[in-house]
């Protein structure tokens, strides 16, 4: 047997008292959850009302100048719990039929002039805002996937939907370390599945301000 086979043989022998554990775990901590949905409720309020309501206008109208098309791109994405919920993004790439089952390569030839600026800037994440408002989103957690993904990783990484125990995040701790944008082979699905388990078991309020404050540096350089 391989190592590898061997790491997930052994993950799989503990991920059902891991995933008993860290639900309780969980329900243990429902003040700090409420304080973050409260949080995440001011923020996004005061971010739709004081930055989108200019930068959509102004991003819709490049996005239409740059390619045919919506000006968002909405696509089922798995939250909290594996329920499916709409995500909502800046348009980047021209409208394809693959879009809502191939993730987007670094070079890809169908992501816009004004797209590629937009995704490399994180602008186009910014509708998700609108997420967090109505409840689908947090602001730091797991990033959300695409439902052919989930079940793509989750068959390399048995436990890999744990992810899936709290509200996906604009932002994440996998993201600052360096895992986004596409998923390359085994060790970046299963890194990013360690960072992500890593938030939850040691969700806080300062590891919160941490990642949102490395995300803003990494957008501004």
Known sequence: MSTRAKILSLRREVFTTERVFFRQFIDQRKTFFAFKRATDVLISALVLVFILSWMVPLCALLIKLDSRGPVFFIQRRVGRGGRSFRCLKFRTMVVNTDANRKEAAEDDSSITRIGGFLRKSNLDEFP???????????????????????????????????????????????????????????????????????????ANFWLDIRIVRQTAVQTLS
Not at 136 to 157: A, E, T
Not at 175 to 191: L, N
């Open 128 to 202: 998700q805002f609108l997420n967090v408002l109505i409840g689908d989103m947090s602001i730091v957690g797991p990033r959300p996937h695409m439902h052919v993904d989930c079940n793509k990783f989750s068959r390399l990484v048995p436990e890999y939907k744990f992810r899936n125990m709290v509200r996906p995040g604009i932002t994440g701790l996998a993201q600052v370390k360096g895992y986004r944008g596409p998923t390359k082979d085994f060790e970046s699905i299963f890194h990013r599945y360690q960072f992500d388990a890593f938030y939850i078991r040691n």
